[in-house]
């Protein structure tokens, strides 16, 4: 059902390399340890987080961009991007890197759009920042952009508000947005689950065509344990902070850890009837038994 | 820094309505109508108590005391370069008559009304008035009474050419001016500033002042502030407080001069309790005029128990009453009042009339009384004490003009005291009082010609309610101001006409 | 709706000019006046008819621009206003801008440092600013800047030797002296309004900045936010750009009702500073049983202030593109 | 139970004026489960809305038990059918108890043995006495969910509308609540109505589902055709083959139907 | 000791256990969590100290004083501070300090009388124009911008020369003159809540608008109503001080701050004390208020804590 493009020798030579990273939230209720050791590596492919709710999967893809919130921290052993360690980078180098070479699609474009900006200066301003163009040779780039996401009438569109655009073409929007800068990973963090189902296909398979034509490497992140393996080349589960298991999308079926055959099994299916939906058992233990899972290459 | 041919003063100025002579009768108007305009007769800065001709030169009474033959002095000119005329005199005296405003009642008192006027008043040439008395009284009294700032002269010529539908220049002079005094009006810009300049032709030559500018200020703070800056020459509000904390400054002087306003503790005789005579008589030992005078009172007010001010003709200056509180207690004791008997005190929002009537309180509090004070503003409390609708009073009162039959009017005159007669400008009659005996007396008193009996009359008036009354009078006010050192010359009366600016120097 | 707003307006402002227990009569001819005098009078007020008539005759008069007469400044109240409101216009207006200039950047600022030792200063300037009795401050202020250092020059709108140089055009005397050109009057003008406008510019900053501030912190927490930090935006682009644009919106309606509470003028504030404004004039005619100002004062308050929710609800649309 | 016939509502006026539902019609039959599927916007919520009484200004006929209903509603007409709203966090009031939000309904029909009723149905919907205190914001997601529909449970309803009663839950608790909503339509014979985006949600518990599009009904399917793809309407077959997951092939067949 | 400390741990886990047995160590709970959240706020804590302070003085008043404050002493008047008239005595030689403790009870006093007919009114008229909508809406809420658009002191004073002075008339006149903010605040939240799922919840359940009104919504815009009447209350004892001064608030001899400020006012540059220490006590306490109202709102407001 995927994609049929997959040069393995990427594999070999992560765009990015994380290992043992931890995001830690000091609140007033104490220590909140979002994120707990996950490694894993990223290529020129799409790679898959799921877990449920709450597991650390935004906040993994987060502080890969290290935009954590005030109150939290972020360590880890390495984070290689390009050659250099995304930890030892200083405020304006990650500024630099943000947006235009590791960028992020949010999840609802109702709320991660400025509301009082057209989309188009939302867009433009993506690459006048990154490539200090002239305005006019910012907005040619921004319609093509609009174009190439498959917006019917760029022109009118770029000069239109948040508000005045329905949700499928709000992500849109979002996805020219952020690729505009021609980046090499992207992150997205749940780009549809505030869409209509079939939008929500237009909308990957946009993703899915970027991926392709631009040697992007692509975090998907979702609780849909289905949708993503469809979609994705890897995937990595996640449960309390921790990745449980690292799947190739094609082997699914072949799942092992009881988590991800809880996830599976508890939605309903389109095909096969159950009477009763098996609910997800959750073991303490998931979260301190030693896991050797991780998303990185083998050697 | 005021410059040197400009007489800065800054004063509250809220209450001036008007500038036209027939219609003024507020504080701040009457002092600058009285710079503005002359009137037949008139006192001057060195002699307050001597009425001197202004623009008259000489006068003749009739054998029977009803006719005045007044000669002007020649020569005078109006700030349009009009001539004074007796024309003028006539006019002016018939215009305040039959414009009716609220002053005009001084000179009706002579008899006068909108249909006589003309032929009381009747100019014989360009130089003689004739001035008929209609009324039992006085010439003496008719002199003072047409020294009062009703009886301004104006220029008729000037006014008439701004007369509107037979306003008689009313709307016009309301902020303009057509005078023959030392000052000119230039602009008038109510609550903000006035601005007098001097007259080159005055009668006395130009005054040293160019200009004279009243700033209103409102705040005594605030002017005290501008005049120890510099930035004004004198500072009219500031409180006896105020002036002692000017001591140390060289630059300012702390003034002060007598006025005509009596403050007094009036009883509602409509009111069970206060209309007991012992009530009353309680009340005149209860009062701690000493210890008020010796504090917040200190500066601004001197004991006075009498309805006439000292510092003017016929006025009685003993003062037998002062705080016994045992005699107090007594007479209460013997009026035999209720044990929850509460009453209520009235008084202005404004220090000290507060401060007064806080002090009546506690005096009222140690006879076993207790009493709630109720503050409000004039416009508030003026009403209701003229309804009769108070109980205790604290309220002052200033003479009309300067002849004690002003304030025997007020304070022993009422010949209707029926609620209906609402004869609302005697406080005789507001506090439901019938002056019996006080009243015939009063009309005698104004009808004498003789001015010896006149002024026994009147020390026996003065006596009657200083006894027996529902008057408790205490206070006499005495005005306090604050000036730059090197003014001088700058005279304040009595009556709050009698304001110089033209004898300042600086 | 505005119309309907108007009317009511009037119509309590009517009300009111009719339950206020002074006699409107006694008000005009004074209290020694005769019966007849009165009775003319009573009739010439038309207080004999109906009250309904009574109210449309005022409607009517109101409507030609007819305010009456001021007892207490013999002058009619249109001219009166004339003159006092540009004086409190003149407060009202620099006050707002210095709230605006200085209480913006303040609130955005400490929103920005949230919880921050400079967050905690602002917030309790801000709030001291609104604790403090203004007339006691104001008394202060002129006796350190103007009596001690000589600053400023001190009660008053402006000084007399420059009063009436400039014509009133406008009747704000600084924009009167500057467009005559004269730059003397207009220091003096200037070096008048600081101190008066500074005690107002406290108010209306301290509940800029508070508002700011709290506007400010909920959009940070929006999720635009966070996509223009990952744009790669600067932290200066990502709150003056992109966060306080929405703030913006929701600043104009605050800053709109601030002005027009302002331009009701401070009675205090123009006590103390000798200061000819509307609120002033309002109170003392109030006290002087003055109605026709009364109410001339007073709905020309009212006017101004709808008038001002109007344009705010105006540059709102403009600013705001989802009102529509 | 159920009986729809020509009903249709419109939101706004004039130029503004939006036909949120045109001529729907529906018949559900007592103890069945009926599911409506569309897109957003399409009047999914906007029908059960009308028929618990939200929205009043809508034409045609609304028939319970045979009986039409009126407009407006009667506070006793009311007790047969209650709704279960989609979003957990937003449909308790945050300042209510579990105990407060349940005994309301029973004090407003005025009904007794309150404590003993609340009791109950919390056991019911898999809850213990211990939750009976606590405020939303001390409860999960699933947790609320289960309150929301002891809620509706409460007055003994015989329809239960539920709009989208899960997509704002995990998969996993959704499971859950799915299993809940389903043992309580057994047990107490409840006739369903529910409303999802989620053709395999709806297909778990509905044996029958219309599919909307643009506030209309476009077609009417049992759970038999739906789980083989037997499918007239093109919208319908879109809608299914999106369902199943990512498949860039037949995407390119994909029509704009909104 | 030990023992203390068992009890009052014993108490904490029984305010912070997961499942309360009843309703009232719910909402013991849920006031005990608000507590925590407002205390690890130490600005708004100062405040609150503040107020609470304001609400001993008061309390304890005739303790702490040893006249009520209206005993004259002219002979002593305009005495600076000292051990024996520790704020000094005004013009009168009336004790500041007593007059000072007493007058905390007189602005308690107008901060209640107000609160409790401004918070009423205001939510009553928001609410239900909130609620009702259409014409009910149309007409409270043009009342209100009436009222809005109004001088606040013209219509005070109005009210106040229609009532008669006193200090019950003037804090009437000030509420009369304050809703009309808390009414839009109101009408403004109404109009979010109205369409929220739980008030739907409860319509569909049969309750009567009435009930939703006073159970559901008033409820929810309570909090704010609050919040801004805290942060107000500087405002309100300005006013009614201001109204004081216009003999038409506290009738003397009774302490109020303002009065005092005001009749102190000319003293100002001679005997600083008389005006400026009840502007401090007015300034402290306003502030108190402030701070706590800012407190309030981090602890009370449901967009900034709690929900999602
Ligand atoms: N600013 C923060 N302060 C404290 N804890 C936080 C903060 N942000 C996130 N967390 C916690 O971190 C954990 C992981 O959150 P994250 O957003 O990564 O979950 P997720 O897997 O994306 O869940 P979802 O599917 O709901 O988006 C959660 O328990 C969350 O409560
Ligand atoms: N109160 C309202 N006022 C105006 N328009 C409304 C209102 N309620 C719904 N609509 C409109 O009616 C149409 C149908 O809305 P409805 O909420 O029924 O859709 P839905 O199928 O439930 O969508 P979703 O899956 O997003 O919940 C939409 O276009 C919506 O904008
Ligand atoms: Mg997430
Ligand atoms: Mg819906």
Same mark, same amino acid.
């Given at each position: 059902?995927?994609?049929?493009?997959?040069?393995?020798?990427?594999?070999?030579?992560?765009?990015?390399?994380?290992?043992?990273?931890?995001?830690?939230?000091?609140?007033?209720?104490?220590?909140?340890?979002?994120?707990?050791?996950?490694?894993?590596?990223?290529?020129?492919?799409?790679?898959?987080?799921?877990?449920?709710?709450?597991?650390?999967?935004?906040?993994?893809?987060?502080?890969?961009?290290?935009?954590?919130?005030?109150?939290?921290?972020?360590?880890?052993?390495?984070?290689?991007?390009?050659?250099?360690?995304?930890?030892?980078?200083?405020?304006?180098?990650?500024?630099?890197?943000?947006?235009?070479?590791?960028?992020?699609?949010?999840?609802?474009?109702?709320?991660?759009?400025?509301?009082?900006?057209?989309?188009?200066?939302?867009?433009?301003?993506?690459?006048?920042?990154?490539?200090?163009?002239?305005?006019?040779?910012?907005?040619?780039?921004?319609?093509?952009?609009?174009?190439?996401?498959?917006?019917?009438?760029?022109?009118?569109?770029?000069?239109?508000?948040?508000?005045?655009?329905?949700?499928?073409?709000?992500?849109?929007?979002?996805?020219?947005?952020?690729?505009?800068?021609?980046?090499?990973?992207?992150?997205?963090?749940?780009?549809?689950?505030?869409?209509?189902?079939?939008?929500?296909?237009?909308?990957?398979?946009?993703?899915?065509?970027?991926?392709?034509?631009?040697?992007?490497?692509?975090?998907?992140?979702?609780?849909?344990?289905?949708?993503?393996?469809?979609?994705?080349?890897?995937?990595?589960?996640?449960?309390?902070?921790?990745?449980?298991?690292?799947?190739?999308?094609?082997?699914?079926?072949?799942?092992?850890?009881?988590?991800?055959?809880?996830?599976?099994?508890?939605?309903?299916?389109?095909?096969?009837?159950?009477?009763?939906?098996?609910?997800?058992?959750?073991?303490?233990?998931?979260?301190?038994?030693?896991?050797?899972?991780?998303?990185?290459?083998?050697? | 820094?005021?410059?040197?041919?400009?007489?800065?003063?800054?004063?509250?100025?809220?209450?001036?309505?008007?500038?036209?002579?027939?219609?003024?009768?507020?504080?701040?108007?009457?002092?600058?109508?009285?710079?503005?305009?002359?009137?037949?007769?008139?006192?001057?800065?060195?002699?307050?108590?001597?009425?001197?001709?202004?623009?008259?030169?000489?006068?003749?009474?009739?054998?029977?005391?009803?006719?005045?033959?007044?000669?002007?002095?020649?020569?005078?000119?109006?700030?349009?370069?009009?001539?004074?005329?007796?024309?003028?005199?006539?006019?002016?005296?018939?215009?305040?008559?039959?414009?009716?405003?609220?002053?005009?009642?001084?000179?009706?008192?002579?008899?006068?009304?909108?249909?006589?006027?003309?032929?009381?008043?009747?100019?014989?040439?360009?130089?003689?008035?004739?001035?008929?008395?209609?009324?039992?009284?006085?010439?003496?009294?008719?002199?003072?009474?047409?020294?009062?700032?009703?009886?301004?002269?104006?220029?008729?010529?000037?006014?008439?050419?701004?007369?509107?539908?037979?306003?008689?220049?009313?709307?016009?002079?309301?902020?303009?001016?057509?005078?023959?005094?030392?000052?000119?009006?230039?602009?008038?810009?109510?609550?903000?500033?006035?601005?007098?300049?001097?007259?080159?032709?005055?009668?006395?030559?130009?005054?040293?002042?160019?200009?004279?500018?009243?700033?209103?200020?409102?705040?005594?703070?605030?002017?005290?502030?501008?005049?120890?800056?510099?930035?004004?020459?004198?500072?009219?509000?500031?409180?006896?407080?105020?002036?002692?904390?000017?001591?140390?400054?060289?630059?300012?002087?702390?003034?002060?001069?007598?006025?005509?306003?009596?403050?007094?503790?009036?009883?509602?005789?409509?009111?069970?309790?206060?209309?007991?005579?012992?009530?009353?008589?309680?009340?005149?030992?209860?009062?701690?005029?000493?210890?008020?005078?010796?504090?917040?009172?200190?500066?601004?007010?001197?004991?006075?128990?009498?309805?006439?001010?000292?510092?003017?003709?016929?006025?009685?200056?003993?003062?037998?009453?002062?705080?016994?509180?045992?005699?107090?207690?007594?007479?209460?004791?013997?009026?035999?009042?209720?044990?929850?008997?509460?009453?209520?005190?009235?008084?202005?929002?404004?220090?000290?009339?507060?401060?007064?009537?806080?002090?009546?309180?506690?005096?009222?509090?140690?006879?076993?009384?207790?009493?709630?004070?109720?503050?409000?503003?004039?416009?508030?409390?003026?009403?209701?004490?003229?309804?009769?609708?108070?109980?205790?009073?604290?309220?002052?009162?200033?003479?009309?003009?300067?002849?004690?039959?002003?304030?025997?009017?007020?304070?022993?005159?009422?010949?209707?005291?029926?609620?209906?007669?609402?004869?609302?400008?005697?406080?005789?009659?507001?506090?439901?009082?019938?002056?019996?005996?006080?009243?015939?007396?009063?009309?005698?008193?104004?009808?004498?010609?003789?001015?010896?009996?006149?002024?026994?009359?009147?020390?026996?008036?003065?006596?009657?309610?200083?006894?027996?009354?529902?008057?408790?009078?205490?206070?006499?006010?005495?005005?306090?101001?604050?000036?730059?050192?090197?003014?001088?010359?700058?005279?304040?009366?009595?009556?709050?006409?009698?304001?110089?600016?033209?004898?300042?120097?600086? | 709706?505005?119309?309907?707003?108007?009317?009511?307006?009037?119509?309590?402002?009517?009300?009111?000019?009719?339950?206020?227990?002074?006699?409107?009569?006694?008000?005009?001819?004074?209290?020694?006046?005769?019966?007849?005098?009165?009775?003319?009078?009573?009739?010439?007020?038309?207080?004999?008819?109906?009250?309904?008539?009574?109210?449309?005759?005022?409607?009517?008069?109101?409507?030609?621009?007819?305010?009456?007469?001021?007892?207490?400044?013999?002058?009619?109240?249109?001219?009166?206003?004339?003159?006092?409101?540009?004086?409190?216009?003149?407060?009202?207006?620099?006050?707002?801008?210095?709230?605006?200039?200085?209480?913006?950047?303040?609130?955005?600022?400490?929103?920005?440092?949230?919880?921050?030792?400079?967050?905690?200063?602002?917030?309790?300037?801000?709030?001291?600013?609104?604790?403090?009795?203004?007339?006691?401050?104001?008394?202060?202020?002129?006796?350190?800047?103007?009596?001690?250092?000589?600053?400023?020059?001190?009660?008053?709108?402006?000084?007399?030797?420059?009063?009436?140089?400039?014509?009133?055009?406008?009747?704000?005397?600084?924009?009167?002296?500057?467009?005559?050109?004269?730059?003397?009057?207009?220091?003096?003008?200037?070096?008048?309004?600081?101190?008066?406008?500074?005690?107002?510019?406290?108010?209306?900053?301290?509940?800029?900045?508070?508002?700011?501030?709290?506007?400010?912190?909920?959009?940070?927490?929006?999720?635009?936010?966070?996509?223009?930090?990952?744009?790669?935006?600067?932290?200066?682009?990502?709150?003056?750009?992109?966060?306080?644009?929405?703030?913006?919106?929701?600043?104009?309606?605050?800053?709109?009702?601030?002005?027009?509470?302002?331009?009701?003028?401070?009675?205090?504030?123009?006590?103390?500073?000798?200061?000819?404004?509307?609120?002033?004039?309002?109170?003392?005619?109030?006290?002087?049983?003055?109605?026709?100002?009364?109410?001339?004062?007073?709905?020309?308050?009212?006017?101004?202030?709808?008038?001002?929710?109007?344009?705010?609800?105006?540059?709102?649309?403009?600013?705001?593109?989802?009102?529509? | 139970?159920?009986?729809?016939?020509?009903?249709?509502?419109?939101?706004?006026?004039?130029?503004?004026?939006?036909?949120?539902?045109?001529?729907?019609?529906?018949?559900?039959?007592?103890?069945?489960?009926?599911?409506?599927?569309?897109?957003?916007?399409?009047?999914?919520?906007?029908?059960?809305?009308?028929?618990?009484?939200?929205?009043?200004?809508?034409?045609?006929?609304?028939?319970?038990?045979?009986?039409?209903?009126?407009?407006?509603?009667?506070?006793?007409?009311?007790?047969?059918?209650?709704?279960?709203?989609?979003?957990?966090?937003?449909?308790?009031?945050?300042?209510?108890?579990?105990?407060?939000?349940?005994?309301?309904?029973?004090?407003?029909?005025?009904?007794?043995?309150?404590?003993?009723?609340?009791?109950?149905?919390?056991?019911?919907?898999?809850?213990?006495?211990?939750?009976?205190?606590?405020?939303?914001?001390?409860?999960?997601?699933?947790?609320?969910?289960?309150?929301?529909?002891?809620?509706?449970?409460?007055?003994?309803?015989?329809?239960?509308?539920?709009?989208?009663?899960?997509?704002?839950?995990?998969?996993?608790?959704?499971?859950?609540?799915?299993?809940?909503?389903?043992?309580?339509?057994?047990?107490?014979?409840?006739?369903?109505?529910?409303?999802?985006?989620?053709?395999?949600?709806?297909?778990?518990?509905?044996?029958?589902?219309?599919?909307?599009?643009?506030?209309?009904?476009?077609?009417?399917?049992?759970?038999?055709?739906?789980?083989?793809?037997?499918?007239?309407?093109?919208?319908?077959?879109?809608?299914?083959?999106?369902?199943?997951?990512?498949?860039?092939?037949?995407?390119?067949?994909?029509?704009?139907?909104? | 000791?030990?023992?203390?400390?068992?009890?009052?741990?014993?108490?904490?886990?029984?305010?912070?256990?997961?499942?309360?047995?009843?309703?009232?160590?719910?909402?013991?709970?849920?006031?005990?969590?608000?507590?925590?959240? !407002?205390?690890?706020? +130490?600005?708004?804590? =100062?405040?609150?100290?503040? @107020?609470?302070? %304001?609400?001993?003085?008061?309390?304890? $008043?005739?303790?702490?004083?040893?006249?009520?404050?209206?005993?004259?002493?002219?002979?002593?008047?305009?005495?600076?501070?000292?051990?024996?008239?520790?704020?000094?005595?005004?013009?009168?030689?009336?004790?500041?300090?007593?007059?000072?403790?007493?007058?905390?009870?007189?602005?308690?006093?107008?901060?209640?009388?107000?609160?409790?007919?401004?918070?009423?009114?205001?939510?009553?008229?928001?609410?239900?124009?909130?609620?009702?909508?259409?014409?009910?809406?149309?007409?409270?809420?043009?009342?209100?911008?009436? !009222?809005?658009?109004? +001088?606040?002191?013209? =219509?005070?004073?109005?009210? @106040?020369?229609? %009532?008669?002075?006193?200090?019950?008339? $003037?804090?009437?006149?000030?509420?009369?003159?304050?809703?009309?903010?808390?009414?839009?605040?109101?009408?403004?939240?109404?109009?979010?809540?109205?369409?929220?799922?739980?008030?739907?919840?409860?319509?569909?359940?049969?309750?009567?608008?009435?009930?939703?009104?006073?159970?559901?919504?008033?409820?929810?815009?309570?909090?704010?109503?609050?919040?801004?009447?805290?942060?107000?209350?500087?405002?309100?004892?300005?006013?009614?001080?201001?109204?004081?001064?216009?003999?038409?608030?506290?009738?003397?001899?009774?302490?109020?701050?303002?009065?005092?400020?005001?009749?102190?006012?000319?003293?100002?540059?001679?005997?600083?004390?008389?005006?400026?220490?009840?502007?401090?006590?007015?300034?402290?306490?306003?502030?108190?208020?402030?701070?706590?109202?800012?407190?309030?709102?981090?602890?009370?407001?449901?967009?900034?804590?709690?929900?999602?």
């Amino acid at each position: 059902m995927n994609g049929s493009f997959k040069k393995e020798p990427l594999r070999e030579e992560p765009l990015l390399s994380v290992r043992d990273l931890h995001v830690r939230f000091s609140t007033s209720k104490g220590l909140v340890h979002a994120v707990r050791g996950v490694s894993f590596d990223l290529g020129r492919e799409r790679l898959g987080i799921v877990g449920e709710s709450g597991s650390g999967k935004s906040q993994t893809g987060r502080a890969l961009l290290r935009l954590t919130a005030g109150n939290g921290r972020i360590d880890a052993e390495k984070l290689m991007f390009s050659g250099m360690d995304l930890m030892q980078a200083n405020g304006k180098t990650m500024r630099n890197i943000r947006g235009s070479r590791i960028s992020m699609i949010m999840q609802d474009p109702k709320y991660s759009l400025n509301p009082v900006l057209t989309v188009g200066a939302q867009i433009a301003e993506s690459c006048r920042r990154h490539e200090n163009i002239p305005r006019a040779e910012a907005k040619k780039r921004a319609l093509s952009m609009l174009d190439t996401v498959r917006i019917r009438e760029p022109e009118k569109v770029y000069s239109l508000y948040p508000h005045q655009v329905s949700g499928g073409m709000g992500q849109r929007i979002m996805i020219a947005m952020m690729l505009i800068t021609n980046p090499d990973v992207m992150i997205a963090d749940e780009p549809t689950s505030a869409l209509d189902v079939t939008v929500q296909m237009q909308v990957l398979s946009l993703l899915d065509d970027m991926v392709r034509e631009r040697g992007m490497g692509l975090v998907l992140i979702s609780h849909d344990l289905q949708l993503v393996s469809s979609f994705c080349d890897r995937v990595l589960v996640m449960y309390g902070g921790r990745i449980m298991e690292t799947l190739d999308a094609k082997h699914l079926d072949q799942a092992q850890h009881p988590y991800t055959r809880g996830l599976l099994n508890c939605l309903p299916r389109l095909d096969g009837r159950h009477d009763d939906l098996p609910v997800l058992e959750r073991d303490p233990a998931w979260l301190t038994q030693p896991s050797d899972a991780s998303g990185v290459f083998e050697q | 820094e005021t410059p040197a041919d400009t007489f800065v003063i800054a004063r509250n100025t809220a209450d001036a309505i008007t500038l036209d002579p027939a219609e003024c009768f507020e504080f701040t108007g009457s002092r600058i109508v009285a710079n503005i305009y002359e009137r037949l007769f008139l006192f001057e800065p060195d002699d307050l108590t001597k009425l001197v001709g202004g623009i008259a030169e000489s006068y003749e009474f009739s054998e029977d005391g009803k006719k005045i033959t007044v000669k002007l002095r020649p020569g005078l000119t109006f700030h349009s370069g009009n001539p004074v005329t007796a024309a003028d005199v006539a006019y002016s005296l018939s215009r305040a008559v039959k414009l009716d405003k609220t002053p005009a009642f001084i000179i009706k008192q002579i008899g006068w009304t909108a249909d006589n006027v003309d032929e009381a008043v009747v100019a014989v040439d360009d130089g003689t008035v004739e001035i008929n008395i209609l009324a039992d009284l006085s010439p003496a009294l008719v002199l003072n009474l047409l020294s009062s700032s009703v009886a301004s002269i104006v220029d008729m010529k000037e006014v008439q050419k701004h007369e509107v539908d037979g306003d008689m220049g009313y709307a016009w002079l309301k902020d303009n001016s057509a005078g023959s005094g030392p000052f000119m009006l230039k602009n008038w810009k109510a609550n903000e500033v006035v601005m007098l300049e001097a007259f080159d032709d005055y009668r006395q030559g130009k005054p040293a002042m160019n200009r004279v500018v009243i700033r209103h200020v409102a705040e005594p703070s605030a002017q005290r502030l501008l005049l120890e800056k510099g930035d004004v020459d004198a500072a009219m509000e500031l409180t006896a407080d105020q002036l002692k904390g000017l001591a140390g400054n060289d630059d300012v002087s702390a003034e002060s001069y007598p006025k005509g306003y009596l403050m007094y503790l009036a009883s509602n005789m409509e009111h069970p309790v206060l209309s007991k005579p012992e009530v009353r008589e309680a009340l005149k030992y209860m009062v701690d005029y000493d210890g008020m005078v010796g504090s917040f009172l200190d500066g601004q007010y001197k004991i006075h128990q009498n309805f006439w001010p000292s510092g003017m003709w016929a006025a009685a200056t003993d003062t037998p009453y002062s705080q016994n509180m045992d005699k107090a207690k007594a007479l209460i004791a013997d009026a035999g009042l209720d044990a929850d008997t509460k009453i209520t005190i009235d008084t202005l929002n404004k220090s000290p009339f507060t401060e007064v009537a806080q002090s009546v309180q506690a005096s009222l509090k140690e006879l076993g009384i207790d009493s709630e004070i109720i503050l409000s503003d004039g416009a508030t409390l003026w009403p209701k004490y003229r309804a009769r609708k108070h109980e205790l009073i604290v309220a002052r009162w200033g003479p009309d003009y300067s002849d004690p039959h002003s304030n025997a009017d007020a304070f022993a005159h009422n010949p209707n005291n029926d609620f209906e007669a609402k004869l609302t400008g005697k406080l005789t009659w507001r506090n439901a009082w019938p002056a019996e005996g006080l009243t015939e007396l009063t009309d005698q008193a104004a009808a004498e010609s003789d001015p010896a009996k006149r002024e026994a009359t009147y020390a026996k008036l003065q006596k009657m309610v200083q006894e027996d009354s529902p008057f408790t009078i205490m206070f006499q006010a005495i005005g306090t101001f604050g000036q730059r050192a090197k003014v001088k010359g700058f005279v304040n009366g009595v009556t709050s006409d009698q304001a110089y600016y033209k004898t300042v120097t600086k | 709706m505005l119309a309907l707003t108007f009317i009511g307006l009037t119509a309590v402002t009517f009300v009111i000019g009719r339950i206020m227990p002074n006699d409107p009569v006694v008000a005009i001819v004074g209290d020694r006046a005769s019966k007849e005098v009165y009775d003319a009078m009573f009739l010439q007020l038309g207080l004999d008819k109906p009250i309904w008539q009574q109210y449309l005759i005022f409607l009517g008069d109101i409507l030609r621009g007819d305010f009456g007469n001021s007892v207490m400044t013999g002058q009619p109240v249109l001219e009166d206003i004339k003159r006092f409101f540009p004086a409190t216009l003149e407060l009202a207006t620099i006050a707002t801008v210095v709230g605006v200039i200085i209480g913006i950047p303040a609130g955005v600022f400490a929103a920005v440092r949230q919880g921050t030792l400079i967050d905690h200063c602002v917030r309790v300037i801000g709030l001291l600013g609104h604790s403090i009795p203004i007339f006691w401050l104001g008394m202060v202020a002129l006796l350190v800047f103007y009596a001690k250092l000589d600053w400023v020059a001190g009660p008053g709108r402006i000084d007399f030797f420059y009063d009436g140089i400039v014509d009133p055009v406008t009747g704000v005397i600084m924009i009167d002296a500057a467009i005559a050109g004269e730059w003397d009057v207009f220091q003096n003008a200037l070096s008048h309004v600081i101190l008066p406008a500074s005690m107002l510019a406290i108010y209306s900053l301290a509940y800029i900045a508070r508002m700011t501030r709290s506007f400010m912190l909920d959009q940070l927490n929006q999720e635009y936010v966070l996509t223009a930090r990952v744009k790669g935006l600067g932290e200066g682009t990502v709150i003056w750009y992109h966060a306080f644009r929405n703030v913006m919106v929701q600043l104009i309606t605050i800053i709109g009702l601030t002005y027009a509470s302002l331009l009701e003028g401070s009675v205090l504030t123009e006590t103390v500073f000798a200061w000819p404004g509307i609120g002033q004039y309002i109170t003392n005619s109030l006290f002087n049983a003055d109605m026709n100002a009364v109410i001339g004062g007073t709905l020309v308050v009212g006017i101004s202030f709808v008038f001002i929710n109007m344009l705010s609800d105006m540059l709102y649309r403009i600013v705001d593109p989802r009102a529509k | 139970m159920i009986e729809i016939s020509d009903f249709s509502i419109a939101f706004g006026s004039g130029k503004n004026q939006i036909q949120a539902v045109k001529n729907f019609n529906l018949s559900v039959a007592e103890g069945e489960s009926f599911g409506l599927v569309g897109e957003s916007g399409s009047g999914k919520s906007t029908v059960l809305r009308a028929m618990v009484g939200i929205y009043s200004h809508w034409t045609g006929t609304i028939r319970i038990d045979g009986q039409p209903i009126a407009h407006k509603r009667t506070p006793a007409s009311r007790k047969h059918m209650q709704m279960v709203f989609q979003d957990p966090y937003g449909s308790l009031h945050p300042r209510r108890t579990v105990d407060a939000t349940l005994s309301e309904p029973l004090v407003i029909h005025g009904l007794d043995n309150r404590e003993e009723r609340v009791l109950k149905i919390l056991a019911e919907v898999g809850l213990g006495p211990e939750y009976r205190f606590r405020y939303p914001h001390q409860l999960s997601g699933g947790q609320r969910q289960r309150v929301a529909i002891a809620r509706a449970l409460i007055l003994e309803p015989r329809v239960i509308l539920l709009d989208e009663p899960t997509s704002a839950l995990d998969v996993s608790v959704q499971a859950e609540i799915l299993n809940l909503l389903s043992a309580l339509r057994k047990a107490h014979g409840l006739t369903y109505v529910m409303v999802s985006h989620d053709l395999a949600v709806v297909g778990h518990l509905c044996s029958r589902i219309a599919v909307m599009n643009r506030g209309e009904v476009v077609e009417e399917m049992s759970e038999d055709q739906m789980r083989t793809g037997n499918l007239k309407h093109e919208y319908t077959r879109q809608l299914w083959t999106a369902s199943h997951g990512y498949d860039r092939k037949a995407l390119a067949g994909f029509k704009e139907f909104a | 000791m030990s023992e203390h400390t068992q009890t009052s741990s014993s108490v904490v886990s029984w305010l912070l256990a997961d499942s309360p047995d009843n309703a009232f160590q719910a909402r013991c709970q849920r006031a005990y969590i608000s507590w925590l959240s !407002f205390k690890s706020n +130490p600005i708004a804590m =100062l405040g609150f100290f503040i @107020v609470l302070f %304001l609400c001993l003085v008061a309390l304890f $008043a005739p303790l702490l004083t040893s006249g009520d404050g209206t005993t004259q002493e002219l002979s002593n008047r305009l005495a600076p501070p000292s051990a024996e008239h520790w704020f000094g005595t005004d013009e009168l030689g009336r004790d500041i300090y007593d007059r000072i403790v007493w007058g905390s009870r007189v602005t308690l006093y107008i901060i209640f009388l107000v609160s409790i007919i401004v918070m009423p009114i205001g939510l009553i008229i928001g609410t239900t124009a909130g609620l009702f909508g259409g014409v009910v809406d149309a007409t409270l809420m043009r009342i209100t911008d009436i !009222f809005l658009a109004f +001088p606040r002191l013209i =219509l005070a004073l109005a009210f @106040v020369a229609v %009532l008669g002075p006193g200090l019950e008339n $003037a804090v009437l006149a000030i509420a009369l003159t304050t809703w009309s903010p808390y009414a839009r605040l109101a009408r403004a939240e109404t109009l979010t809540l109205r369409n929220s799922e739980y008030i739907l919840a409860a319509q569909i359940m049969g309750a009567s608008r009435i009930r939703v009104l006073l159970a559901h919504i008033m409820p929810m815009c309570m909090s704010s109503t609050i919040v801004r009447l805290t942060l107000d209350m500087a405002g309100i004892i300005l006013t009614a001080a201001g109204l004081g001064f216009l003999g038409l608030g506290a009738q003397p001899p009774l302490a109020e701050w303002g009065a005092m400020i005001a009749s102190g006012r000319d003293y100002l540059l001679d005997q600083w004390w008389v005006p400026t220490i009840p502007g401090i006590a007015i300034l402290v306490v306003s502030l108190g208020f402030n701070l706590l109202g800012d407190g309030l709102r981090d602890v009370l407001d449901p967009r900034s804590s709690g929900g999602h």
